[in-house]
């Protein structure tokens, strides 16, 4: 009989509590804001069925050491804005609000999956405040290709349904409230809120004008990505001029299941922004 992999998950000590943030006319979020306040500014934007801190928080600390690092919950997740309907359009001009409540007049980007569309969006609006960009597991299009398009497909049909049955796994005491915190951050968006998400996912397309960008970039790929085919994210890389790319042997939850070998490929991925933005 074949024994079943146990899921491990980075420790939770340390993650800090997010903290309330009204935007004006938009509605209201969670931020966590660390780091040095005179550092280089970073926003990290995270995966669809994620919040914030779910993505990105194995990555947290080490990010912080150089840069005031931010993450929010955007719209329709976690604790994130809930409006009458669900665009990417709006979480990009989201992203635009946190920078100005924060005081934020020039800042990076780096997103997940989801994230990665919308900043991509918020690149394209806003080219003179994004001083970098860093797209990790992500793509230009979602629909590009049957392997892609069907395994978005499944993935709308199939994540609500696990986001119910999943359990906390057998682990030592000492671990189980890491497994709570993460159970926690991902029931926080509704089955229905995660299924029109992917929806909207479902069109985005940034190939007409993805050339366009001018700003330093880096490209983090998930080499065993079964989700978004590893060879659609390296084509960020060679799309936007000069971006670097930067490849894990991981699937597309390596931001946390991988979180050893991703995080070194996300600090190289940033640090080589700060390179050629000197």
Same mark, same amino acid.
């Given at each position: 009989?074949?024994?079943?992999?146990?899921? @491990?998950?980075?420790?939770?000590?340390?993650?800090?509590?997010?903290?309330?943030?009204?935007?004006?006319?938009?509605g209201r979020?969670?931020?966590?804001?660390v780091g040095?306040?005179d550092?280089?500014?970073?926003?990290?934007?995270h995966?669809?069925?994620c919040?914030?801190?779910?993505?990105?928080?194995?990555?947290?600390?080490?990010?912080? =050491?150089?840069?005031?690092v931010v $993450?929010f919950?955007?719209? *329709?997740?976690g604790?994130g804005i809930?409006?009458?309907?669900?665009?990417?359009?709006?979480?990009?001009e989201?992203?635009?609000?946190?920078?100005?409540?924060?005081?934020?007049a =020039?800042?990076? %980007?780096?997103g997940y999956?989801?994230?990665?569309?919308?900043?991509?969006?918020?690149?394209?609006a806003?080219?003179?405040?994004? @001083?970098?960009?860093?797209?990790?597991?992500t793509?230009?299009?979602?629909r590009?290709? %049957?392997?892609?398009r @069907?395994?978005?497909?499944?993935?709308?049909?199939?994540?609500?349904?696990?986001?119910?049955? $999943?359990r906390?796994?057998?682990?030592?005491?000492?671990?189980v409230?890491?497994y709570?915190?993460?159970?926690?951050?991902f029931?926080s @968006?509704?089955? *229905?809120e995660?299924?029109?998400?992917?929806?909207?996912?479902?069109?985005?397309?940034?190939?007409? *004008?993805?050339?366009? %960008?001018?700003?330093?970039?880096?490209?983090v790929v998930?080499?065993?990505?079964?989700f978004?085919?590893p060879?659609?994210?390296?084509?960020?890389?060679r799309?936007?001029?000069?971006?670097a790319?930067?490849?894990?042997?991981?699937?597309?939850?390596?931001?946390?299941?991988?979180?050893?070998?991703w995080?070194?490929?996300?600090?190289a991925?940033?640090?080589?922004?700060?390179? =050629?933005?000197?």
């Open positions: 009989m074949a024994r079943r992999r146990l899921i @491990t998950v980075p420790p939770t000590a340390g993650v800090p509590d997010p903290v309330p943030l009204d935007l004006p006319g938009r979020t969670v931020v966590t804001d040095p306040r550092a280089p500014a970073l926003v990290l934007l995966s669809v069925a919040t914030g801190l779910l993505t990105w928080y194995p990555a947290l600390a080490k990010l912080a =050491r150089d840069h005031r $993450v919950d955007q719209r *329709w997740h604790q809930r409006s009458p309907q669900f665009r990417l359009a709006d979480c990009a989201d992203v635009v609000a946190v920078a100005d409540a924060l005081g934020l =020039r800042f990076a %980007l780096a999956s989801m994230g990665g569309l919308v900043a991509q969006l918020v690149a394209r806003e080219p003179e405040r994004v @001083t970098g960009l860093v797209l990790c597991s793509a230009s299009s979602f590009r290709g %049957l392997r892609q @069907t395994a978005l497909d499944v993935f709308g049909r199939v994540l609500p349904r696990l986001r119910a049955r $999943v906390l796994p057998v682990a030592p005491a000492r671990r409230e890491d709570r915190w993460g159970l926690r951050e029931r @968006t509704t089955p *229905w995660i299924a029109v998400a992917v929806d909207e996912i479902g069109r985005f397309d940034s190939t007409p *004008w993805l050339r366009t %960008l001018r700003l330093p970039a880096a490209v998930t080499a065993r990505d079964r978004i085919a060879d659609h994210q390296r084509s960020l890389a799309c936007i001029p000069g971006a790319a930067y490849e894990v042997a991981a699937g597309h939850a390596a931001c946390v299941l991988a979180a050893d070998r995080v070194p490929a996300l600090l991925a940033v640090h080589s922004l700060r390179g =050629r933005n000197s």
